[in-house]
């Protein structure tokens, strides 16, 4: 199981939202490479990147930022406005490792079916639900598109590695949706990454503890708990291996 440490940018900084708000945020650094080089000396080889400025105005945002973290040598997981073939292009032209297909993955099955045959596991797709529906452009709007059923036609494109965020939990250390993410580790053949409200080390120990039943079990994105210091990142890392 892979721990992907979280760097969500906003106006160039590291913040994190509270449920994906725009209008609560907390700021916890002004220069996102310097976080990501942290990650970098903990142990880590992955970076889950979110581009919120370009999440919510549907094209990236902060490219230069996201460039910065690839410079460090680091596995980067780019999310945020990549809604266009040639900001996929060019996000993996310059160094990221794997990118992020969130409100398309929801509009198009053929746009993400074109990108897999392109692009194969550099391609995931971003699967952000609550009340087990799913969340689009920036989790301001809601669709009718059950979670489930998105997950089901984007295993049948070939998709090989889903993000599942469970909006309800994301940044409120409150723990994760195991439910949740559970019936979406049976929904496919893809990788699934967890994420959203992991709060404690119990939390990741739990979420590992599904791995026996559920090989298709990627890893999980931590992101608040570590700006607040309640895990270690060396032990979560640790813990996975």
Same mark, same amino acid.
Request: hydrophobic share 45%.
């Given at each position: ?23 609560? *945020? ?9 976080? !990501? ?111 489930? *059923? ?32 559970? !019936? ?58």
């Amino acid at each position: 199981m892979t721990i992907y440490p979280a760097i969500d940018i906003k106006g160039g900084r590291c913040v994190r939202l509270l449920q994906g708000r725009a209008d609560q *945020e907390t700021v916890y650094g002004e220069d996102p490479a310097s976080v !990501a080089a942290e990650f970098r000396g903990a142990g880590s080889t992955w970076v889950h990147v979110v581009d919120l400025d370009g999440a919510f105005a549907g094209e990236p945002k902060n490219l230069a930022a996201v460039q910065a973290i690839v410079a460090l040598g680091m596995k980067v997981q780019l999310g945020g406005g990549l809604r266009t073939r040639a900001a996929v292009e060019r996000a993996l032209g310059f160094g990221v490792s794997r990118v992020v297909i969130g409100t398309r993955a929801a509009e198009s099955e053929a746009f993400v079916g074109e990108l897999v045959q392109s692009f194969g596991a550099a391609i995931a797709v971003g699967i952000d639900a609550k009340d087990g529906k799913v969340a689009v452009k920036g989790w301001v709007d809601m669709s009718n598109l059950g979670a489930l *059923e998105l997950a089901r036609r984007m295993d049948a494109l070939g998709v090989r590695t889903l993000i599942h965020t469970d909006i309800g939990t994301d940044g409120m250390l409150t723990g994760p949706n195991f439910p949740a993410q559970e !019936a979406m580790l049976g929904a496919g053949r893809f990788g699934v990454i967890a994420s959203g409200g992991v709060s404690r080390r119990e939390d990741v120990v739990r979420l590992a503890e599904l791995a026996p039943r559920h090989a298709n079990l990627d890893g999980v994105i931590v992101g608040k708990a570590l700006y607040e210091k309640r895990v270690s990142l060396p032990d979560l890392l640790s813990l996975a291996r």
